[in-house]
């Protein structure tokens, strides 16, 4: 039986035949053709399914489908049409990166996506983190992205319980930034030019 000819067009067939190859290797050459594709084409809900389902075979694999995954969500609001089946890969790679040196770029993407999908993992993520802001490794920045914003809100009385809990520390006083950020996002970037361009002033 012939395939669809308009179906063999789309970005994800490809990657659909990678995936069932079980060939590693074609299945990163497909994730980057789609990668070169979506700068031109917009992503669909059904194209975001098939390349979720890239987020298991293998680490370099599952890190182009998220970053693809990532920005589709955060560029063009697009989330994959079974945002449950893709939730549960994207919590597996969010908690096997939390101890690779190298994994921080997953996690925030990770983060991201699943605050999108109003998943509670991104703020139990955040919960895991703040305690170790650092602000070279584990960056508060991570967090500070509208598509934070519904669920910093939501889960606001949880973060300001840690936040007491932190006590007199620097990462209560990035807990309370992060916070700050959710209720105003423009206040608070207008609030931190200003205070840069005191500092440039000064120098």
Known sequence: MMANPDEAMLPTAALKDALASGDGDAVC???HDILLFKSVTPLTPADL????GALE???RAARTALQILHAAAVRQGTLPGN?????GRIRAILE???????????IRDAVHLLAAMGDPLAIEQLVYDAPHFDGERV???DYLHPVMVGALRRHDAE?????????????????????????????????????????????
Do not use: N
């Open 29 to 31: 050459a497909a994730l």
């Open 49 to 52: 399914d098939a390349i979720a």
């Open 57 to 59: 075979p293998g680490e």
């Open 83 to 87: 945002t449950l089946a893709a939730a």
């Open 96 to 106: 096997r990166s939390r101890e690779d040196p190298d994994g921080r770029p997953a």
């Open 139 to 141: 960056k508060i920045e």
């Open 159 to 203: 973060l300001a319980a840690l936040q007491a809990d932190l006590g007199e520390s620097r990462a209560a006083e990035d807990l309370e930034a992060i916070r700050e950020y959710a209720r105003d996002p423009a206040a608070y970037e207008e609030r931190v030019r200003l205070a840069q361009d005191e500092e440039v002033e000064i120098f």
